[in-house]
């Protein structure tokens, strides 16, 4: 099913309602280029009349309204500071997807800091963010949490192609409840993890995102993180190094459950295991590969 961000569109590409309160509370905000006539001087409300940066669009935003951003194209010059700080709760950013997975390459959605930084920080409850790509600063992330006990925040169909980590929930963030992480891919350009995880918060869920060739660890899970669930993730090797797929090492990381992944370098039998539990913890490893072979994680 499309998300609703796709829908608002008629076959002419003339925006149904665009501008008008969804629901008789909610708001849609738009993002454009200056050569398609967007200004931060125009209200926002429509494709004729977008905002070039996020720092307005969400400035016009209000907190628990469930607002959406949608962001038809895009020029990280024009932002005002980075990271860019999402901090109104229940906020929705959408990207204009075409027929693929991947975010358009014409640099329509691409979030790219011009200094060393974080792409994007998620500094409020309940935000959704869908269909862009992310290059972070080659300290960063292109998504990071950084504000203790914010929650409930959902990453879907996004691609990290640059920076340090993809997407990076630091130890500022706790305690947070919930990240939801799927469909996304991260690609051979971070030097380092796909998603490192420090938190003490509950109820993760990382599911069917791609790690292609990430420099360090594809799912790195630390700190007191518990009942999460890591599901049906596929995993491309750097090299056929041990302990690089999916590693839990948090001493209190507890109850998680892990299962249907896939990880290989290559295309022959891997004999370094790249599932790694040394929690000491009561995690569930259920029916995860290492090339064809089911495997248990070292350490566990």
């Known amino acids: ?24 509370k909610s708001k ?38 469930r607002d959406t951003i949608y962001v038809l194209n895009y020029a990280s010059a024009n932002e005002t500071e980075w990271p860019i700080s999402v901090n109104k709760a229940g906020v929705s950013i959408f990207g204009a997807r075409g027929g693929g997975y991947m975010p358009r390459y014409t640099g329509g959605q691409i979030i790219q800091p011009t200094s060393d930084a974080a792409g994007m920080t998620l500094d409020a409850n309940n935000i959704r963010v869908d269909g862009l790509e992310f290059r972070a600063g080659a300290s960063y992330s292109g998504i990071m949490f950084d504000t203790a006990g914010v929650s409930r925040h959902g990453i879907y169909n996004c691609v990290f192609t640059s920076g340090a980590y993809g997407v990076w929930a630091t130890a500022n963030s706790m305690p947070s409840q919930g990240p939801h992480i799927k469909n996304c891919t991260f690609l051979a350009n971070l030097t380092s993890d796909g998603i490192l995880y ?5 109820f993760a869920r990382f599911e069917d ?50 299962d249907g992944n896939h990880a290989n370098f290559g295309a022959t039998t891997m004999t370094n295991n790249p599932y790694w539990d040394s929690s000491g913890q009561d995690n569930h490893w259920l029916l995860n590969y290492r090339d064809i072979v089911a495997v248990l994680p070292a350490e566990s």
């Open 198 to 202: 420090v938190s003490n918060g509950a």
């Open 28 to 65: 849609f905000f738009f993002i454009d280029i200056a050569t398609n006539g967007a200004s931060d001087g125009n209200d926002g409300l429509s494709p004729d009349h977008a905002v070039l940066s996020f720092y307005m669009a969400l400035a016009k935003c209000v907190s628990g309204r």
């Open 209 to 258: 995102n791609i790690f292609d060739e990430c420099g360090g660890i594809a799912i790195n899970i630390t700190g007191a993180a518990h009942a999460g669930f890591v599901l049906n993730n596929v995993i491309s090797m750097k090299a056929a190094t041990a302990a690089k797929g999916i590693v839990i090492t948090g001493s209190e990381a507890q109850r998680w459950i892990i």
């Open 1 to 24: 099913m499309p998300h609703f961000a796709d829908l608002v569109y008629q076959f002419g590409g003339a925006p149904v309602g665009a501008g008008m309160p969804l629901g008789g």
